[in-house]
């Protein structure tokens, strides 16, 4: 088993999977070698499809030898459907358990979050889930599950120009409570580079290191958080992977923490899911 403490910084994400092309699947085999053992599956995606191409993949690599998290997603109208979608999961996948069982969103549930989570940890209880988690909730509806159903995992957006999860206290949080926060959107699907900001121009001239090298080195040394990134390609997986082999100077990742882009900022997040503002998980993709 993958202990906590043991997972990889850079976690293998899969949106966008091309679940038909062996050369996809081949590319996670180049991840796994080089250490990535997170691997992060949504039933959403592609319905359910790409979950369902990764079942050999995890058979080759060996169960033991990954921590997979799950999502549950839409919809949660009773209790069972948790345990339902779980068990679909492990059906799939022919596993006894998950490593993390997460709820993607607040809005896929129609219970509380605390019937949700009550639920939850009665399946943790029961041994098919090592770990429980949440992603893309508000700080009140964390603190509210952490004080009841004990957290391990965060899952948020996080970049360099995206840090609405630390200007409303979660990274803190989470950082106080012993819950890992996983990055998702961390180069922000290759946007954040190709608007070259002269801080990030800067330095990648400074450290020889390409732009996306820069924001993940920042990310994983300095806020010392983890990251998700989907890459399929083989290149691009070891520039990832090489991010976590230089430091830079502590100016320059001050620097970089105060970064700031205010089109961010301004955005509503439609945190109760009321229809006031946009669900934060799209945020990344505004711009
Ligand atoms: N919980 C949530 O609500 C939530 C939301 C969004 C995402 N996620 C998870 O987080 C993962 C990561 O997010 P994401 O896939 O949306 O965005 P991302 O990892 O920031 O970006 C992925 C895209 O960037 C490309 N890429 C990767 N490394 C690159 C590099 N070094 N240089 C240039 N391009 C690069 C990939 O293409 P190639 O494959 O061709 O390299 C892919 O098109 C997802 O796959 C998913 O598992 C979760």
């Not at 293998?12 to 092309?21: A, L």
């Not at 889930?129 to 700080?139: E, F, K, M, V």
């Not at 991010?243 to 301004?266: I, Q, T």
């Amino acid at each position: 088993m993958v202990n906590k403490k043991k997972i990889f910084p850079i976690g293998i994400g899969t949106w966008k999977i091309n679940y038909q092309d062996s050369k996809d699947i081949e590319a996670l085999f180049h991840s796994y070698k080089l250490g990535q053992n997170y691997l992060s599956l949504y039933m959403l995606y592609e319905d359910g499809k790409i979950v369902k191409s990764l079942k050999s993949f995890i058979e080759k690599c060996g169960r033991e030898n990954l921590f997979i998290s799950v999502n549950i997603e839409p919809t949660i109208n009773e209790k069972s459907d948790i345990e339902k979608q779980l068990n679909e999961y492990l059906n799939i996948l022919n596993l006894d358990y998950v490593d993390n069982l997460q709820l993607h969103l607040p809005k896929f549930t129609k219970l509380t979050l605390l019937d949700t989570y009550f639920e939850m940890k009665r399946l943790q209880e029961a041994g098919k889930t090592r770990y429980l988690g949440i992603s893309n909730c508000s700080l009140e509806q964390l603190k509210e599950i952490n004080t009841n159903v004990k957290l391990d995992f965060f899952e948020g957006v996080y970049n360099l120009e995206c840090k609405i999860n630390e200007s409303i206290g979660i990274l803190d949080y989470c950082k106080k409570n012993g819950i890992k926060f996983v990055a998702y959107q961390p180069l922000r699907r290759n946007r954040t580079q190709l608007k070259n900001y002269d801080l990030l121009v800067e330095l990648s001239q400074k450290y020889n290191k390409t732009q996306n090298q820069i924001i993940l080195n920042w990310i994983m040394k300095e806020k010392k958080i983890n990251v998700l990134i989907k890459s399929t390609n083989c290149d691009r997986i070891d520039e990832n992977i090489k991010s976590l082999d230089f430091e830079m100077e502590e100016n320059d990742y001050k620097r970089l923490n105060d970064f700031k882009n205010e089109e961010f900022e301004n955005i509503k997040i439609d945190w109760d899911n009321v229809g006031d503002g946009i669900s934060i998980d799209q945020l990344p993709n505004q711009f």
